[in-house]
């Protein structure tokens, strides 16, 4: 054949270009893989393994090499590929669904640079909706660091996370140190409801009839995990009391312990607040102002949390000089337009009190990075205000941050620079 008629397909590639284009085409290959339950047959080159991995050059050189097809039960075709292609170009595309799986063939090959790259890859990609399913992958591929990681992801975010899809994919064992955690800041009802997603998943995994008695069955100790006892009470009632996943005998305890208020009467399920962090108060202005006046108009705030918080009150300044009575009226509502809470009472203010603190009779869940509004209806003489507000404040020692911003309509003039409303209790 003529040199004008042979295909010189190097001549405009780089060198990455032409390795991907070698293994490809399975040009020259020398070596086989078996990979996975299906033992797919793979082709590559014994150089280019071996200069990458001293496993690999082990396997593959010397009086000890392994000779024919080797298998590799352990690792599926599309992971062994996405290595292959970084042993040949040093170039790795990972998503989250593969990235540990590609990190644990990194690891067994003792190719570290790509396991180092596997490990930032994570670090950066743990979000509310993937940390579930990093963990539950970290899990079954024992990698510690990673799984801490998401656990930390979790318990700071938790109501996002675990609403998020991939909770329903999670193993048993991952599922059950996530709900045992005395740190989760989430409602117990929608852990509740998003348990029972996870064991409608887990009875058509397992082809299963849908019934109360299998999703008993299939949580075991789980079940325990699951504070009854801390539901609202008509929730338990409306949503639990009827079905059949708790016994006669669990759910009178837990109606006498709503009725009764007796801790001591519910001790089959725990009953402890989860959330083992302090209230803290995140105030937003630095200076002290005077003759902040109301006429029944209302005060507004909007802000929005980088963590999934609980919103246990709000601030607010008393009087300026001789001892008077306040009425005030505060509703807190979402984006959406939810109204989460509405706070009715009363302060006896003077001057010996800079601001009160105005607690709910049930904390407001707050959802990361989602916006709220606090809106105050106050009636009584001048009080004081608040002046050169900052429209970030950190807190929990800097670890956490709230973002303040203007919310209209707030017609007796509070914004973020000055007025009523000079903080939040959170935890």
């Known amino acids: 054949m003529a040199s004008s008629d042979v295909e010189h397909w190097q001549c405009d590639k780089t060198l990455p270009q032409c390795m991907t284009h070698m293994l490809e085409n399975e040009i020259m290959c020398d070596v086989t893989f078996l990979l996975g339950e299906q033992r797919l047959e793979v082709h590559a080159h014994k150089y280019m393994l071996a200069s990458r991995s001293p496993v690999f050059h082990a396997m593959l050189d010397g009086p000890m090499a392994e000779r024919g097809k080797i298998e590799i039960p352990d690792i599926e075709n599309g992971v062994f590929d996405v290595f292959l292609r970084y042993v040949y170009t040093d170039n790795v595309s990972v998503t989250v669904d593969n990235v540990l799986k590609v990190m644990y063939v990194s690891k067994k090959y003792c190719v570290d640079l790509l396991t180092k790259q596997c490990k930032d890859f994570v670090k950066k990609n743990i979000t509310n909706e993937s940390a579930c399913v990093l963990m539950d992958s970290a899990s079954m591929l024992q990698e510690e660091e990673i799984y801490k990681l998401c656990l930390e992801k979790i318990k700071e975010n938790a109501e996002s996370c675990i609403r998020s899809p991939g909770f329903t994919t999670l193993g048993k064992e991952t599922l059950k140190l996530i709900t045992e955690s005395d740190s989760l800041v989430i409602k117990e009802e929608v852990l509740y409801e998003q348990v029972m997603k996870w064991c409608d998943a887990e009875c058509r995994r397992q082809q299963m009839e849908i019934t109360w008695e299998n999703k008993r069955n299939l949580l075991g100790e789980v079940l325990f995990n699951i504070r009854f006892p801390l539901m609202d009470s008509k929730f338990f009632a409306k949503e639990i009391s009827e079905i059949e996943l708790l016994t006669d005998k669990e759910k009178v305890a837990i109606m006498h312990y709503h009725l009764l208020e007796t801790p001591s009467k519910c001790s089959v399920f725990n009953h402890k607040e989860r959330s083992?962090?302090?209230?803290?108060?995140?105030?937003?202005?630095?200076?002290?102002?005077?003759?902040?006046?109301?006429?029944?108009?209302?005060?507004?705030?909007?802000?929005?949390?980088?963590?999934?918080?609980?919103?246990?009150?709000?601030?607010?300044?008393?009087?300026?000089?001789?001892?008077?009575?306040?009425?005030?009226?505060?509703?807190?509502?979402?984006?959406?337009?939810?109204?989460?809470?509405?706070?009715?009472?009363?302060?006896?203010?003077?001057?010996?009190?800079?601001?009160?603190?105005?607690?709910?009779?049930?904390?407001?869940?707050?959802?990361?990075?989602?916006?709220?509004?606090?809106?105050?209806?106050?009636?009584?003489?001048?009080?004081?205000?608040?002046?050169?507000?900052?429209?970030?404040?950190?807190?929990?020692?800097?670890?956490?941050?709230?973002?303040?911003?203007?919310?209209?309509?707030?017609?007796?003039?509070?914004?973020?620079?000055?007025?009523?409303?000079?903080?939040?209790?959170?935890?």
Request: contains cysteine.
């Open 276 to 427: 083992s962090e302090k209230m803290q108060k995140v105030i937003r202005f630095s200076t002290l102002g005077s003759g902040w006046g109301y006429s029944g108009q209302v005060d507004a705030i909007g802000f929005k949390t980088s963590h999934d918080s609980r919103l246990f009150g709000i601030l607010l300044y008393g009087s300026t000089s001789t001892s008077c009575n306040y009425t005030v009226k505060i509703t807190v509502t979402d984006s959406d337009g939810c109204i989460h809470n509405t706070t009715e009472t009363e302060i006896v203010s003077d001057s010996e009190i800079e601001m009160h603190e105005i607690k709910f009779e049930t904390p407001v869940y707050i959802q990361a990075y989602k916006s709220f509004r606090v809106e105050l209806l106050m009636t009584g003489s001048q009080s004081r205000s608040g002046l050169n507000g900052e429209s970030r404040v950190s807190y929990a020692n800097g670890l956490k941050e709230v973002t303040f911003f203007n919310s209209y309509p707030s017609p007796n003039c509070t914004d973020v620079f000055d007025g009523q409303i000079p903080g939040l209790l959170l935890m």
